[in-house]
């Protein structure tokens, strides 16, 4: 199975059941959220060493993605950049995804176990 593949079954799980339609624009998405993840990884780290972590934050961002793709709650369009400004509906799911990856992350710090 290739790591599209356990994206979009991990998608899947945590969605539900996807139409058909839904089906197909995750599995098209899941090839834009891919190299955006893999981009902010550390160069010392790759998707394989973080697979389960890695295949979790992409398939949050294919949700977060999928539900905004329906353009519902577009707020700005940007064609010169194609820079697409939605309503913040997903962002916990965003958020989650790149905290999930902080600790692998370009700049990113993390700490375990320390308690205020």
């Known amino acids: 199975m290739t790591l599209q593949e356990e994206i979009l079954q991990t998608t899947e799980q945590l969605i ?14 899941i090839y834009a959220v891919v ?3 893999r981009s902010r990884l550390r160069s ?15 398939a949050l ?17 940007s064609a010169g950049t194609m820079q697409l400004t939605f309503d913040g509906k997903n962002d916990r799911r965003v958020r989650l995804a790149l905290m999930m990856l902080a600790p692998f992350s370009h ?3 993390a700490f375990r176990g320390v308690t205020a």
Not at 19 to 26: N, V
Not at 66 to 77: E, T
Request: glycine residues 6%.
């Open 16 to 29: 539900g059941s996807l139409s058909q339609e839904d089906h197909d624009r995750a599995e098209a998405l």
């Open 35 to 37: 190299p955006y993840l």
């Open 44 to 58: 010392d780290v790759q998707e394989a060493d973080i697979k389960p972590t890695f295949i979790v934050a992409a």
């Open 61 to 77: 961002l294919t949700m977060s993605m999928l539900d905004a793709s329906g353009f519902d709650n577009l707020q700005a369009l």
């Open 107 to 109: 700049g990113a710090a």
